[in-house]
């Protein structure tokens, strides 16, 4: 039977669940612009009580307090984010390398800087015993070199910067993974007594942020608790209260940065650390494709540039040359000896001339690939009475008697290019490239005739 007391009692269970209603509704309000909140719902349920043989209702309660939330939703959402963070981060680094190929203004542009130098041997072949024209060339050369070796410079600079980079992105994630797990001990110690939406709502937009970085998937746990691993991986970074964190480490072996979760070796698939990984460490990646591409230009100047340099003359012949580039033993075959540049069967010339400039003797240095060594070629010029060869520290001189001085000719075998006897260019590469000191110092060497 309904009294008074009961009657009382059901209005101020109506009352009071109401009233939570409302301050929820206050409280979605005043969260509108809250990062991560979800808004949040009473769900209100009926009471009864029995008393035979009747079943009678008591009023109304909240049953719970529940987030307006599809974790369905939730978890395309963060596969979404994971790749705007690779991306974005991809992006950047894009943008990096751009700029440093990007043509500026003016003449300081790489491109510029080739049209000038072939532009300067050009008016070299036209007036090759002028002194202002073989100046101009050792100018240009060495302004073009200069030039590869500062874009190498700056790709290497990148390439320190994103190992920075790589570093604090993971402190940012270990951060992440911490608050994470902390946030999930305090959701299971208060889940039994209250609903513990807002603390979700946190360690929720905190996995977000961490799979922006480093990509990760999410497994719900009945205590309202979640378990985040690294995605493609199954490593746990997050489970319950327990934490993984990430460390990054530099293998000078490889020339890759290393990443591993506690002492687990990982690549993260997604978000912003994987973009920074690939850029950093893949061969095909922006930063070291940039770099081979750099590098493989530089590397044809030189050759080429070379190649026609060492079958020429200066106006000057040498009394003595040393090459630049040193082989890894005077008995290894020269095709194996570690060179830059492989020499081809062939043979060159060696042209000996008296003070008059008159030609006294020429040797024919035979080269077969795979069999002839720096110690051959030694011998077959030592050969000559006028001319002295020797090995020093893989490195071959020629040197002439009093009174005499040489030149080279007919290299169909490219071992001057090789070894770097009578070259323009030294080096193999972008950041290596730069104009022989003997041409810089003596601009009658700079090989305008034959």
């Known amino acids: 039977m309904t009294t008074i007391f009961s009657s009382l009692e059901i209005a101020k269970r109506a009352l009071l669940a109401h009233q939570l209603a409302q301050q929820i509704t206050g409280h979605n309000v005043s969260n509108v612009n809250t990062p991560g909140f979800s808004r949040q719902r009473a769900e209100l349920t009926p009471l009864s009580i029995s008393s035979p043989p009747f079943t009678l209702g008591a009023g109304v309660d909240v049953a719970a307090v529940r987030r307006i939330r599809d974790r369905f939703i939730d978890f395309q959402l963060l596969g979404e984010q994971q790749a705007l963070g690779r991306n974005q981060a991809q992006e950047t680094v894009l943008k990096k ?226 090459s630049t580039n040193a082989v890894s033993g005077a008995l290894v075959p020269l095709t194996a000896a570690g060179l830059p540049f492989t020499p081809v069967t062939g043979s060159f010339d060696v042209i000996v001339h008296d003070a008059t400039g008159a030609v006294v003797s020429t040797i024919n240095v035979p080269i077969t690939a795979g069999l002839t060594t720096l110690d051959d070629v030694r011998l077959a010029i030592d050969a000559d009475p006028n001319l002295t060869a020797s090995i020093a520290g893989g490195l071959l001189t020629v040197t002439a008697g009093a009174g005499f001085t040489f030149a080279f000719a007919n290299d169909s075998s490219d071992t001057l290019l090789a070894i770097g006897l009578n070259s323009f260019f030294t080096g193999s590469d972008a950041l290596t490239i730069d104009v022989n000191s003997v041409v810089s110092n003596d601009i009658t060497k700079v090989a305008a005739a034959r």
């Open 97 to 322: 390398i751009e700029a440093i190929f990007n043509e500026p203004q003016g003449g300081g542009s790489l491109g510029t800087l080739l049209d000038q130098f072939f532009q300067s041997l050009h008016d070299l072949a036209i007036h090759p015993t002028e002194s202002a024209t073989r100046v101009a060339v050792v100018q240009q050369g060495t302004s073009l070199a200069l030039s590869f070796r500062q874009l190498r410079g700056r790709l290497d600079q990148v390439k320190s910067d994103l190992e920075d980079e790589i570093d604090v992105k993971l402190r940012d994630a270990n951060s992440l993974i911490d608050e994470i797990a902390t946030l999930n001990q305090r959701i299971a110690q208060v889940g039994d007594q209250n609903d513990p939406n807002d603390l979700m709502d946190q360690r929720d937009l905190l996995v977000n942020k961490l799979g922006q970085l480093v990509g990760v998937t999410v497994l719900d746990r009945t205590d309202g608790t979640v378990q985040v691993a690294l995605a493609g991986s199954g490593v746990l970074l997050v489970d319950g209260t327990l934490a993984t964190q990430l460390t990054a480490v530099t293998n000078l072996v490889t020339d890759t940065v290393d990443v591993s979760a506690g002492s687990v070796a990982v690549t993260p698939q997604s978000g912003e650390v994987s973009s920074l990984l690939n850029a950093r460490n893949s061969a095909t990646g922006p930063v070291k494709q940039a770099v081979t591409d750099l590098d493989s230009l530089a590397r044809e100047i030189i050759e080429e540039v070379n190649r026609v340099h060492a079958n020429g003359a200066g106006l000057t012949g040498y009394s003595s040359a040393t």
